[in-house]
């Protein structure tokens, strides 16, 4: 069965580091979805792709935050210059052109700044 | 703007009790999603209703969508341990290419 594939899984990194994420969505997905979310809440949408164009990223802190995807395909998430407060579980979605409109999601990066 | 609403947000109950999760949304949709979500992990889809009436069933859980009230609910019968995590329901925003809005997610814990 396709999958999302996400990674690294895990990632641990001192406030004022740069870290990226690597999102990899199921094959033929135009779609594609990052999402924040803290512990203890509900995801939180980042940005939104459709093919190689951002859709919406009105929720991306641009002072620190990038996204592409660039031959719209698989994704790349950046923070640079982390701080304490990008902790949290980054979550990659994915949704075909069915009529359904399901989002797909990876597995997520779990990311913690010390 | 759609808005979803979840509750209880909190819930605990004995294994082989009954309950009810209800999921309210403020604008007109046709579809309505369930996912689950096991601490530390990523979310797993559980339902897709895609009409008014719509009912769907996965071993003890039962998703149901009524439209013309805005109300989805998710039904736990007999309930396991097994069972236990949070459980989001989420509504595509029509104004917004079909983006999810969240509701804040509802956390069961089953005991034995």
């Known amino acids: 069965e396709a999958e999302v594939a996400q990674s690294p899984r895990y990632k641990i990194t001192e406030k004022s580091q740069a870290v990226a994420f690597w999102c990899d969505p199921i094959s033929g997905h135009a779609t594609l979805y990052w999402y924040r979310q803290i512990l203890g809440q509900g995801p939180e949408l980042l940005v939104q792709?459709?093919?190689?164009?951002?859709?919406?990223d009105s929720q991306l802190p641009k002072d620190r935050f990038s996204a592409e995807r660039l031959k719209g395909v698989d994704s790349t998430l950046k923070i640079q210059p982390a701080e304490l407060g990008d902790s949290a579980m980054y979550l990659c979605a994915s949704r075909g052109t069915s009529g359904s409109y399901e989002q797909y999601f990876g597995p997520g990066t779990r990311l913690t700044v010390t | 703007e759609l808005k979803v609403e979840q509750n209880p947000l909190f819930l605990s109950m004995q294994e082989g009790k009954n309950y009810t999760i209800y999921c309210n949304y403020s604008?007109?949709?046709?579809?309505l999603y369930w996912y689950r979500q096991d601490p530390g992990k990523s979310l797993e889809s559980l339902f897709v209703?895609?009409?008014n009436g719509a009912v769907k069933q996965e071993g003890r859980l039962m998703a149901s969508l009524d439209t013309k009230a805005r109300l989805s609910t998710l039904h736990i019968t007999a309930a396991v341990h097994d069972l236990s995590a949070t459980y989001f329901c989420a509504g595509p925003d029509l104004d917004s290419n079909y983006q999810l809005i969240w509701g804040a997610g509802t956390k069961l814990i089953i005991k034995p």
């Open positions: 209703l895609l009409s």
């Open positions: 604008t007109t949709s046709d579809r």
């Open positions: 792709f459709q093919d190689e164009s951002v859709v919406d």
